[in-house]
């Protein structure tokens, strides 16, 4: 069954479209992250595809300079998702994380016009 993303959505064929929330995950290397990646640099890879095995797709990703290492941009189906993606990666004891859903400038502006919603 093929997949097609487009906009936040994917559309599986023969099936119904599944939204995919947008969030930011904030990653801080461990000690002992910091020395595995400074042994096999290549390993950041190998966690990216982990990433999208688990469902989540991976946008975008960045080092950072600062207080956080990296930052990634992501798509994933659940809340839940991202919660077991950022459960399962901390459990390594390379990382520790900081997930963030992400709202669009569009959905925002849309759901603050509705004046009829319950507050």
């Given at each position: 069954?093929?997949k097609?993303?487009l ?10 479209e599944?939204?995919m929330?947008?969030?930011?995950m904030?990653?801080t290397?461990t000690?002992?992250?910091?020395k595995?990646l ?10 990216n595809?982990e990433?999208?095995?688990m469902g ?6 960045y ?7 990296f930052?990634?941009i992501?798509e ?11 459960i399962r ?8 994380t ?7 400038i569009?959905a ?12």
């Amino acid at each position: 069954m093929g997949k097609q993303y487009l906009h936040n959505t994917v559309k599986e064929y023969d099936q119904e479209e599944v939204a995919m929330s947008v969030y930011l995950m904030l990653t801080t290397l461990t000690d002992e992250g910091r020395k595995s990646l400074q042994e096999d640099p290549e390993s950041l890879r190998d966690i990216n595809k982990e990433v999208e095995h688990m469902g989540v797709k991976l946008l975008h990703q960045y080092a950072l300079l600062g207080q956080y290492d990296f930052v990634s941009i992501l798509e994933a189906p659940s809340n839940e998702a991202m919660a077991k993606l950022a459960i399962r990666l901390s459990a390594k004891g390379t990382t520790q994380t900081l997930t963030l859903a992400a709202i669009t400038i569009d959905a925002l502006i849309e759901t603050l016009k509705q004046k009829e919603a319950p507050w």
